[in-house]
């Protein structure tokens, strides 16, 4: 789902956690100063403070966009599920695999990079 090409707290005003520390309770949130472009279904991420870049397919661009903070891992994979017809585990592993993905190269909200 992700690209890198550069180098179980769950509110975004504590301490940062540690990327792999979070769980399926944990609310994803874009951070505010990640620049992004959409391409051909993939979506172009750009961190300016760390020059930090990725590149989502397009399973990762609809996961970006539920990453809004309005749901936690667990809401996002059982709504996906229930959209697409996947087991809810499966999409639960893959979501928590990308937030913790994002969140260490620091394009999260509340995330240690």
Known sequence: MLTDEGSAGQSTTADP???DLLDPTFVPVRAARVARA??????????????????????G????ECFDGSGSIDEIAAD??????????????????????????????????
């Open 38 to 59: 959409d391409l051909d279904g993939e979506t172009v991420l750009w961190h300016p403070e760390t020059g930090i870049t990725a590149v989502l397919d397009p399973i």
């Open 80 to 113: 996906l599920s229930a959209v697409y017809g996947v087991d809810v585990a499966t999409i639960r592993t893959d979501v928590l695999n990308l937030v913790r993905e994002l969140g260490g190269l620091g394009l999260l909200e509340g995330v240690a990079p």
């Open 17 to 19: 956690v540690a990327a």
């Open 61 to 64: 661009s609809v996961l970006w």
